[in-house]
């Protein structure tokens, strides 16, 4: 019975995002960050294609959601002024200040509040990163209900009208040199999962996402502080959550909780979400030291891998550090903020398409794509359009007055970006 309903939700949720209603999840609703019928403006200014403009009550790098007349928007603002920043040379150097944890709800149309909800109050716990912030985490929607993760200032399900339904406490985390908390929800059906990966004992959690109770936790032993989402997919006719993580990256049966697989890692400060299409997982993660990308064959995946032939191919350069790799018509994209180098590998073989440097400075947001267009954009608020394909064609270059670390949104002609200070809504107003 428990199956049935989450396949009936999921399925529902991906009717109404083929019917346009919607961006459910931070990587879209196909989960890879596709938008299968969008067809957003390639040029735009801030006097050109600009719909809306509307200032963000707070801050925070959580990518917005889009439901049906409404973006979804998590920030915190600062009540109280913090006690002084550590030193420079100390990238964690921000340190706690009283914060209002917000939900907000604005109207596509306007981005006018349609409502605002107060999640909680609190002084975190421990410090973060100087280019983290407070809310990171982004929601997620099954249509019915919205999912706010706010990590260790608490777990919260509002219906879609903001009323507030349940909230769930999961402790706090310690996070490696305080740098601050950054991993999604994720949601199946009926199940939300949560990973909690920190420098104590990690775990990943399910949640009855109904009620809030926990329906199973499991420990990850050896993992410590990691930032990335889990994944949910359905292979073999089993659905499984996927969790990379440093030490090792797991699979596990989403009813119980049993770890069906698991693979070696991809060492300190894994981030990127884990991607998956037609039995094949692709991981990345692109700590100086130690860059990783690995395709891995899920069929009959079972036990420890490391042992088997499912490691279909690896690479060991230029691979993404805090953004996510696009998988789109056939081709994996991503990013090295480092070297302002954008790769795309083939995803069947992992032969090299490209790999050129575009001019792009620092990139947290990961790349997006609709109709045949891959779209990413920086901190300093320039965005690239580029024709998907072999060879790099760049369509367009673009410049806002806000710096953008949430990743692009695309639903139908809309194109929404989440910056530091404002939200904007980019369409063809006249082009």
């Given at each position: 019975?428990?199956?049935?309903?989450?396949?009936?939700?999921?399925?529902?949720?991906?009717?109404?995002?083929?019917?346009?209603?919607?961006?459910?999840?931070?990587?879209?609703?196909?989960?890879?960050?596709?938008?299968?019928?969008?067809?957003?403006?390639?040029?735009?200014?801030?006097?050109?294609?600009?719909?809306?403009?509307?200032?963000i009550d707070g801050d925070g790098?959580?990518?917005?959601?889009?439901?049906?007349?409404?973006?979804?928007?998590?920030?915190?603002?600062?009540?109280?002024?913090?006690?002084?920043?550590?030193?420079?040379?100390?990238?964690?150097?921000?340190?706690?200040?009283?914060?209002?944890?917000?939900?907000?709800?604005?109207?596509?149309?306007?981005?006018?509040?349609?409502?605002?909800?107060?999640?909680?109050?609190?002084?975190?716990?421990?410090?973060?990163?100087?280019?983290?912030?407070?809310?990171?985490?982004?929601?997620?929607?099954?249509?019915?209900?919205?999912?706010?993760?706010?990590?260790?200032?608490?777990?919260?399900?509002?219906?879609?009208?903001?009323?507030?339904?349940?909230?769930?406490?999961?402790?706090?985390?310690?996070?490696?040199?305080?740098?601050?908390?950054?991993?999604?929800?994720?949601?199946?059906?009926?199940?939300?999962?949560?990973?909690?990966?920190?420098?104590?004992?990690?775990?990943?959690?399910?949640?009855?996402?109904?009620?809030?109770?926990?329906?199973?936790?499991?420990?990850?032993?050896?993992?410590?502080?990691?930032?990335?989402?889990?994944?949910?997919?359905?292979?073999?006719?089993?659905?499984?959550?996927?969790?990379?993580?440093g030490g090792r990256t797991r699979?596990?049966?989403?009813?119980?909780?049993?770890?069906?697989?698991?693979?070696?890692?991809?060492?300190?400060?894994?981030?990127?979400?884990?991607?998956?299409?037609?039995?094949?997982?692709?991981?990345?993660?692109?700590?100086?030291?130690?860059?990783?990308?690995?395709?891995?064959?899920?069929?009959?995946?079972?036990?420890?891998?490391?042992?088997?032939?499912?490691?279909?191919?690896?690479?060991?350069?230029?691979?993404?550090?805090?953004?996510?790799?696009?998988?789109?018509?056939?081709?994996?994209?991503?990013?090295?903020?480092?070297?302002?180098?954008?790769?795309?590998?083939?995803?069947?073989?992992?032969?090299?398409?490209?790999?050129?440097?575009?001019?792009?400075?620092?990139?947290?947001?990961?790349?997006?794509?609709?109709?045949?267009?891959?779209?990413?954009?920086?901190?300093?608020?320039?965005?690239?359009?580029?024709?998907?394909?072999?060879?790099?064609?760049?369509?367009?270059?673009?410049?806002?007055?806000d710096g953008f670390d949430a990743?692009?949104?695309?639903?139908?002609?809309?194109?929404?970006?989440?910056?530091?200070?404002?939200?904007?809504?980019?369409?063809?107003?006249?082009?």
């Amino acid at each position: 019975m428990r199956l049935a309903l989450a396949l009936t939700l999921v399925a529902q949720a991906a009717v109404g995002a083929e019917r346009g209603e919607g961006w459910p999840w931070w990587r879209g609703p196909l989960g890879n960050g596709v938008s299968p019928d969008g067809d957003p403006p390639v040029r735009w200014t801030e006097k050109q294609n600009v719909r809306f403009k509307v200032a963000i009550d707070g801050d925070g790098l959580a990518t917005p959601i889009v439901w049906g007349d409404r973006i979804y928007v998590l920030s915190a603002r600062a009540l109280d002024a913090a006690p002084g920043a550590r030193p420079a040379a100390d990238r964690s150097g921000v340190k706690p200040a009283k914060q209002r944890y917000l939900v907000t709800a604005y109207d596509r149309k306007d981005g006018s509040v349609e409502w605002q909800r107060v999640a909680v109050e609190r002084v975190p716990h421990e410090g973060r990163h100087e280019e983290s912030g407070w809310a990171t985490a982004s929601p997620v929607t099954d249509g019915e209900r919205l999912y706010a993760h706010f990590g260790s200032a608490g777990t919260f399900a509002y219906t879609l009208a903001g009323e507030l339904v349940w909230k769930v406490d999961l402790g706090d985390m310690t996070t490696r040199l305080g740098y601050g908390e950054g991993s999604s929800p994720a949601l199946w059906g009926d199940t939300l999962v949560v990973n909690w990966d920190h420098e104590a004992d990690s775990f990943v959690v399910a949640l009855d996402a109904r009620t809030g109770a926990e329906r199973w936790r499991k420990p990850r032993p050896g993992e410590l502080t990691s930032w990335s989402t889990p994944l949910v997919r359905e292979h073999d006719g089993r659905v499984q959550v996927i969790v990379a993580g440093g030490g090792r990256t797991r699979g596990y049966d989403i009813r119980t909780g049993e770890e069906l697989w698991s693979l070696s890692g991809l060492g300190m400060n894994a981030i990127p979400t884990p991607t998956y299409d037609a039995g094949i997982l692709y991981l990345a993660s692109g700590k100086r030291d130690s860059p990783r990308m690995l395709a891995v064959d899920l069929r009959g995946a079972r036990g420890d891998l490391d042992a088997s032939r499912a490691v279909r191919w690896t690479r060991d350069r230029d691979t993404p550090y805090v953004s996510t790799p696009l998988l789109y018509r056939g081709q994996l994209y991503f990013f090295k903020h480092v070297l302002s180098l954008l790769t795309s590998v083939d995803a069947a073989t992992g032969a090299l398409r490209f790999s050129e440097r575009v001019g792009l400075g620092n990139v947290f947001a990961s790349p997006v794509a609709a109709a045949g267009r891959i779209y990413l954009v920086d901190r300093d608020g320039k965005a690239l359009v580029l024709a998907s394909g072999p060879t790099l064609s760049v369509l367009a270059e673009n410049q806002l007055d806000d710096g953008f670390d949430a990743s692009p949104v695309v639903v139908g002609s809309d194109l929404y970006l989440r910056g530091r200070r404002f939200l904007y809504a980019l369409a063809r107003t006249g082009d």
